[in-house]
């Protein structure tokens, strides 16, 4: 429940991101305030991801049921986090930030030394986690994209 109410103790439990996750996985990015399902997000764009960055990506199960996931990679360079979300019935359980450092463990395990998110300027709650768990802008960085 909101606000940490919810006891995640043995109930929740986490584990890779496989290809077969991502009918579940899609329609709770679609259910998460702030999150945008863009081009690269359908079904073939997440398994290559997948086979790209093996062991990174993370789902979070209550039962039968994913209520969290996380999508992470690197570039051999600099770690990503894509699409962190959490059922909104699990916000504020601390089950985001667990999500995250299992990412980032799986990062530093790939010598990755920095990881970089990009949250979209209107969404300001997930600004606000963001910020809560110790990650910062940069400052006179502006996001710059093109489709291929």
């Given amino acids: 429940m909101k ?24 329609l709770l990015w679609q259910r998460v305030e702030g999150l945008e399902i863009a081009e690269g997000d ?63 463990d799986g990062l530093r395990r790939t010598g990755v030394k920095r990881a970089i998110i990009m949250v979209a300027d209107d969404n300001q709650r997930g600004t606000k986690f963001w910020e809560h768990v110790g990650w910062e802008k940069i400052p006179g960085a502006i996001p710059m994209g093109i489709d291929l």
């Fill in 42 to 104: 359908d079904r073939q764009g997440v398994a290559q991801f997948l086979a790209r960055n093996p062991a990174l990506s993370r789902v979070a199960i209550d039962g039968s049921a994913i209520v969290g996931v996380a999508l992470c990679g690197n570039d051999g360079r600099r770690g990503h986090i894509y699409h962190l979300a959490v059922d909104p019935a699990y916000q504020g359980s601390g089950l985001g930030k667990r999500l995250l450092d299992e990412c980032l």
């Fill in 3 to 26: 606000g940490g109410k919810y006891n995640m103790s043995e109930k929740v439990h986490t584990r890779e991101f496989c290809i077969s996750d991502y009918d579940a996985a899609l």
